[in-house]
């Protein structure tokens, strides 16, 4: 069998994510009958159906299902061997660190500043990104190592270096009356409907149901619980960012959150191995 080609592997995971050949075409910007003759071809080749077609849409085989977790690291290893390339081409010399915005800072100017110090650092370029999204950076090549924390983020396939574990705190509007507590639980939490827990997206994107706001990022966020609207349930060291309208307390019974240095398991980089080394003596 010829090996599969990135083409046809990105014209599949559009339309298994779109699970609709119409907009998944439209996603990929080509029209939808080459699209469909593309799909059929590459289950011919294989041997097997991907897809199962009906009137009331299209699903995933377990073959398909499986093909898409495969394709995706396909592609994300081929999109970060093409950006490696490029900058080791143009002659900069710099490890690129992706961290969510609002993540701790504290622990983060540590870890520069001590890097930094050693003989013939590398330059560290900061990229604040999104919840959730240094996964995906560490995989298609946008980031060459990642502050991330268990057991909020998919650190499956990666490999990790324990950091700093700190327990998680309430952050409450300043004048609730929970604010005025030395120590809540989940529990606690749960029954004041008047004050829902935000929701983080998931590691695919979506949110669990629920009656709290759906957060998209940080500045959001305070927002939304100075106003009234939420609760958020984060790491203690979240107290560096609070405005003067939140309150942080600590939750009894709330797991507790380490930060971790995530990079790609087959990385053979000299720097990134320098960095690792630092952040275990930190």
């Known amino acids: 069998m010829d090996p599969l080609e990135t083409r046809e592997l990105r014209y599949f995971v559009a339309v298994a994510e779109e699970l609709h050949f119409s907009r998944a075409a439209e996603r990929l910007g080509i029209a939808q009958p080459p699209l469909s003759r593309a799909i059929q071809q590459l289950e011919r080749r294989l041997g097997v159906t991907l897809l199962e077609r009906d009137r009331r849409g299209v699903t995933l085989t377990s073959a398909g299902q499986l093909l898409l977790g495969e394709a995706r690291a396909i592609l994300d290893a081929a999109a970060a061997a093409a950006r490696r390339t490029r900058r080791a081409a143009s002659?900069?010399?710099?490890?690129?660190?992706?961290?969510?915005?609002?993540?701790?800072?504290?622990?983060?100017?540590?870890l520069l500043d001590a890097h930094a110090a050693?003989?013939?650092?590398?330059?560290?370029?900061?990229?604040?990104?999104?919840?959730?999204?240094?996964?995906?950076?560490?995989?298609?090549?946008?980031a060459d190592?990642?502050?991330?924390?268990?057991?909020?983020?998919?650190?499956a396939g990666l490999d990790t270096e324990d950091l700093l574990t700190e327990q998680q705190v309430a952050i409450l509007p300043a004048g609730h009356p929970l604010a005025a507590r030395t120590s809540l639980t989940m529990a606690d939490l749960a029954a004041v409907p008047d004050l829902p827990v935000a929701r983080w997206p998931r590691h695919d994107g979506s949110y669990e149901p629920g009656p709290g706001p759906e957060i998209?990022?940080?500045?959001q966020l305070a927002q939304l619980i100075a106003l009234g609207r939420t609760v958020a349930v984060l790491c203690a060291s979240s107290r560096s960012w609070l405005w003067d309208a939140h309150t942080a307390v600590p939750l009894a019974d709330a797991p507790h959150v380490t930060t971790v240095l995530a990079w790609p398991p087959h990385s053979r980089s000299r720097d990134v191995a320098g960095l690792v080394r630092t952040a275990a003596r930190l």
């Not at 190592?145 to 650190?155: C, G, I, N, S």
């Open 145 to 155: 190592v990642a502050l991330m924390q268990r057991p909020f983020d998919a650190l």
């Open 216 to 219: 998209h990022d940080q500045a």
């Open 91 to 110: 002659g900069t010399k710099r490890l690129i660190l992706a961290t969510k915005a609002g993540a701790n800072h504290e622990l983060l100017r540590k």
């Open 118 to 142: 050693e003989p013939d650092a590398t330059e560290i370029e900061v990229l604040l990104c999104g919840m959730g999204d240094q996964a995906r950076m560490l995989r298609d090549g946008r």
